[in-house]
């Protein structure tokens, strides 16, 4: 099959969006399929390069660029998708059977501009809930919240299939779409590299943070933003036993300043170590080191570090959100946190930590669950069932 893969952002800005484009696109050309991206320009000396997805690099055919000026992250390039562009006129020659769109707005008009002219069905998979980074807009994310929820109705109408990589999420938008439209919704999600994962050498960061060796070590990892719930995490974090406990933020974003003073202050003071943005191996392998992970965002649509933590061998405390249950069974292999009341959250999470902190026996055998049925996540099972779906569509 001839896919054409479009995408709002692209490598080499890391975000779960970029690495799921990158994985299906190499995962697809492994098994013989033709793909084309369709992303926007890395801004003057860079390139997508590799970040541990297995398979061919793709084809890419680069529309014009730029970084805005506020509001997106240094190295998130905006589109610009002028129907006369060189990219433009190369998806057309290549024909694609299959159109699919990994962002609604930009990109997504071009995709579904694309599919029609091509006569190739057009899927899109919904990986961000909008409404969750309102508090960008400021006074504008009401208004801006009802615009976006309008306009995603009319996009999934033009949709032959609406793909979400979580349960929870294939609910909320089955929820708002007509009867007749919600077999159109389908659960797919994001494949992990489960071999690639575990061959990782883990990065530890006692010697570098001056702990002792035989401390508790939990990790976190995304983008320090205040979507992600990272204070949460350390807060909780405050209120566990100083004397065992240690806690590895992995990432950089907007709050990391914030988070450092917090942790600078008596009760976390020399217990919290912060790498800063990182190459997403190194990140991952530095999670490798930990004994257990930390999860407290309840804006995902999949939860993508959830799979790779456990898909590395680590138990995992979660605040219960979308998708995370898709990932971490309570009980098995981690704790899943109720997130509601929120007064009380972070005292539910610090206990779930202690309690598995404490428990190196119960860790083991959480440890061993996760890394025995990771292949759950692996991007074979998924490429599979996306194969399935894009054959369904052309019969």
Known sequence: MRVLLTSESFLPYLSGVTVSVDTQARALGARGHEVLVLAPRPREGENPGPVGSPGPAPRYAWLPSYQLPRIAPDGYRMPIALPWTDAVADARRFEPDIVHAHSPFVTGLLARRLSRESSAPLVFTHHTRFADYGHYLGPLAGPGAAV?????????????????????????????????????????????????????????????????????????????????????????????????????????????????????????????????????????????????????????????????????????????????????????????????????????????????????????????????DADRFSIDRRTDELEALYRSLLA
């Open 148 to 372: 976006t929820d309008a306009y995603m109705g009319a996009f999934w109408k033009a949709c032959a299939v609406i793909v979400a990589p979580s349960t929870d999420l294939a609910a909320e938008i089955r929820a708002r779409l007509p009867t007749d439209g919600r077999t159109r919704v389908k659960v797919i999600a994001t494949g992990v590299d489960v071999s690639g994962v575990r061959a990782l050498e883990p990065r530890d960061v006692r010697f570098e943070a001056g702990w002792p060796a035989d401390v508790v070590v939990a990790a976190s990892l995304g983008r320090l933003a205040p979507e992600k719930s990272p204070m949460d995490v350390l807060e909780a974090f405050a209120l566990t036993d100083a004397s065992r406990l240690r806690l590895v933020m992995v990432g950089g974003g907007p709050s990391e300043e914030q988070l450092r003073a917090r942790a600078a202050a008596f009760d976390l003071s020399g217990r919290t170590w912060f790498t800063g943005a990182l190459p997403r191996l190194e990140a991952l392998a530095t999670v490798a080191a930990a004994d257990l992970f930390v999860f407290a965002s309840r804006t995902e649509t999949q939860g993508l570090v959830l799979a790779e933590a456990l898909s590395a061998g680590l138990p995992a405390v979660a605040v219960d959100g979308p998708g995370v249950r898709d990932s971490v069974r309570d009980g098995i292999d981690g704790l899943v946190v109720a997130a509601a009341p929120a007064h009380g959250l972070t005292r539910r999470l610090a206990t779930a930590i202690e309690a598995l902190a404490a428990d190196a026996q119960r860790r083991a055998a959480m440890a061993r669950r996760a890394v025995d």
